[in-house]
């Protein structure tokens, strides 16, 4: 890996943030790094409040929606609640719906199928609208480019309200309202929201006009908090603050549903972190083995008896993606094996019979082992169907770009994409897709890379530093982990390789005449050499607690070690 120590914030700044918070220097300057630079903009970010989260009237067409709504509503329409299929389109149909339920009878949902609608808004979904008296369609993760489907549900006599935080292109669906942050001519004051958490900021408006508080609704948030880190937005301004307390809500007083998939969960308090690998991957599950709208179900369920029923249903789902993911992995890696393809600057594979709902982690999968832009395709009707991942740094949408010419369709964003082509273009696409990124992408970032908040040494590494750090949490983008560096230190003669392959490594790191602290590399075990025999080396580390049998310790987990 590539080791990248950011550069060191002004000294000035964080000196003067240093004093004004009487806190340390490592803590300032992570604070700095991260854009904060006085006292208020620390206690917004150490102090969260719903109290900080903005009118939701500022955003533009929140008034049209509320009063098309509460049209609906005084009059009796059948209103359809309608989301995509993935966790933040099917948690903002659940809290969406459930709001509304309070309000009205004549709520129904619908989460489009994966396999035969595909993405956003469907003409199938309007046609069961209009097959079931429904005048209204609230979109919620989709419909900023679905021109053709509020044409069509217009002439049908059914409006549309979109909720959407996905870039507009150059013309707005012509909706009653477009509830989207990133339109150009809307001043709302962020615009990092998932689309879940556009469904809140709806709600929250609908509750002002029928004088709730924010407070009132805190029930809802442990569904926006699951949208939060399953979607991968920043984790900045209003995230941060509904992440937080919907977390709270998750740890307190969580929906039937979501405490039933963390029924079996062993630690007492889940974060983030938690949430991204243990609640949302099986929300995901549904909608891709089986259907969006058991996760719905799942989600709006308020027994709990029923609620674990749900769950377990889903669990054999999350099962049989896990045993999917698994095997086509193994086949994909198989081919690039047969194919001789291991020094290629792009992974490209296919097979007409691997699981549609699967061949995205595929592909992050695939980059564990090839670290480089990588596209798995499958059948999906008479064409190619496929999803690309890439690596930091890489676009893998321009890169998709200028190979346009051999897709049917495209979209995405700098990570992750999808497309369709043609059966017979499938090899003119990945020899042009090869040569686009041998050509565009830089040498560096053919190799992975750790990216260093600060070097300290292991007397910094305090119990009040920790409980600091803590305060750093919910993490993810733009608010990651702080990674620190070390170097020169030595293993106390106890380091051992760990798991079935012997792929992890423990070890119990010291410098100078420090005590030694436990350290555990997921994936390092292959680096047991560099830290036996009293050599000293380098590490890349975040600061964990380790929890055990009611006992926490403070522990290193690695990113990466060197000699």
Known sequence: MRWNLKPTPDPGTVKNLQDVLKTDAITAALLVQRGIETYEQARLFFRPSLDDLHDPYLMKDMDKAVA????????????????????????????VSSYLKTLSSNIATYIPDRYD???????????????NGCSLIIALDCGIKSMDHIHYAKEKGIDFIICDHHRPGDSLPDAVAVLDPKREDCDYPYDELCGCGIGFKLIQAIGANRNQTTQDLTEYLDLVATAIAADIVPMTGENRILAKFG????????????KALIGQVKKQTLD?????????????????????????????????EQAEKFASEIEKYNADRKE?????????????????????????????????????IVASRLIETYYRPTLVFTQSGDKYAASARSVKDFDVYNALQACAEHLEQFGGHMYAAGMTLKAEKY???KEAFEKVVRETMPEHLRTPEVSIDAEIDFAEITPKLI??????????????????????????????????DNEHLRAYAKQDDSGGIGAIG?????????????????VAYCIDENEWNGTVTTQLRLKDLRA
């Open 117 to 131: 609608e595909g993405y956003g808004i469907s003409f199938k979904g309007i046609d069961y609208a209009d097959d």
């Open 247 to 258: 977390l709270e809500v998750i740890n307190s007083n969580p929906r039937p549903g979501i």
């Open 427 to 429: 090899l003119d696409f």
């Open 272 to 304: 983030i972190t938690d949430v991204v690998f243990i609640v949302a991957p099986r929300i995901n599950a549904a909608g891709r083995i089986k259907h969006g709208n058991h996760a719905v179900e799942l989600l709006t369920e308020f027994n709990l």
């Open 522 to 538: 997921f994936g390092l075990g292959k680096k047991l050499d560099l830290v036996t025999n009293q050599k000293p080396f380098d």
């Open 324 to 360: 999917l993911d698994k095997q086509i992995t193994k086949e994909a890696l198989l081919q690039i094996e047969a194919n001789n393809e291991r020094d290629r600057f792009t992974t490209v594979v296919f097979n007409e019979n691997w699981h549609k709902g699967v061949i995205g």
């Open 467 to 500: 409980r600091l750090l803590k305060q750093f949490e919910p993490f993810g983008p733009q608010n990651m982990t702080p990674v620190f560096m070390t170097k020169g230190v030595t293993d106390t003669g106890f380091a051992k390789t760990l798991g079935a």
């Open 68 to 95: 098309r709504i509460e049209t609906a509503i005084a009059n009796e329409e059948n209103i359809l609640v309608f989301g995509d299929y993935d966790v933040d389109g099917t948690t903002a149909v659940s809290l």
